[in-house]
């Protein structure tokens, strides 16, 4: 029996639906950083912060409607999936209403990134056009890298080190060391971001030919993934305080560690649907790691200036 209409969400739920809100800490969080880093060095303009931060959620949702549309016009979403309802595959938006909102939303996101080029370089530009083409090449186009193994490593390289380092250097027009060490934590937890996604859909990703790395490597070595990538973005504050990059403070990351923990523990016990669950805490856990990790680079800049 067909769905009454008055039970269907309406036309601006079913866009947030497609947008997909809580995947959006994730985008801020290297914003974040970039940010308090440039500000820690006396360097901060609100105008810039807010265009880059809102730069950053558009491309996220972009990336997220055309991940919705590419892998149903693809075949990989069915109705057997586990994750939250993608809104071309439930028939609540047409492939051709998310393309031309996807369009929109890059568009948007452009617009942003002209004026931040203009602000601060050609560096920004060339950052955004990448930044742009990865999101759409995740699932889209003739080589959709998502589908052959490869999302980790461009995660981390766009939605981690480019993310972090281009919002400091919006801020600072300079690139450095320390802000590349910064950006290498958050490029991890993203990554483990989409490794709950992929262990999530082990089953139904086989079964439609979508080779992640999740499906390559099977669901016992894609739990220690998950477990390397958190591992390893809890050591680099400790790296970088004891290699004297920056101060102790940095270290306030490490009070999300109990977070971190509750989810590695979920990644070895759920399975299936319930991994939703554990991909929003990882999302929230992006987060909160980004916002100590900056607030531990403002209070070092803060000592400096005393």
Known sequence: MAARTDQLPSTLQRWFMAARPKTLPA??????????????????RLDLALATLLA?????????????????????????RLGPVRVTQAGLLTPRQVLVGMGVVFLLAAALGVYLTLESGWPILAIGILAILSAVAYTGGPFPYGYYGLGELFV??????AAVCGSYYIQTV??????????????????ALLVVN???DIQTDRATQKRTLAVRMGERWTQKEYLAAVVGAYAMPALMWL?????VWVMLSWLSIPMAVRLAKAIHTLRGRPLNQALAGTGQLVLVFGILLALGFLITGGIKNL
């Not at 985008?27 to 901060?44: N, R």
């Not at 690139?175 to 993203?190: E, Y």
């Open 174 to 191: 300079r690139f450095t060391a320390l802000a590349l060490w910064s950006a290498v934590p958050i490029g991890l937890l993203i990554v």
């Open 56 to 80: 950053g959620l558009l491309l996220q949702i972009g990336a997220n409607l055309a991940n919705d549309v590419f892998d149903y016009l693809k075949g990989t979403d069915t109705t057997g």
């Open 243 to 247: 290699s004297g990059w920056t101060s």
């Open 27 to 44: 985008a801020a969080s290297p914003v974040i950083v970039g940010v308090a880093l440039a500000a820690s060095e006396g360097t901060f």
């Open 198 to 200: 992929n262990l999530r």
């Open 156 to 161: 981390f390289l766009f939605f981690g080190l």
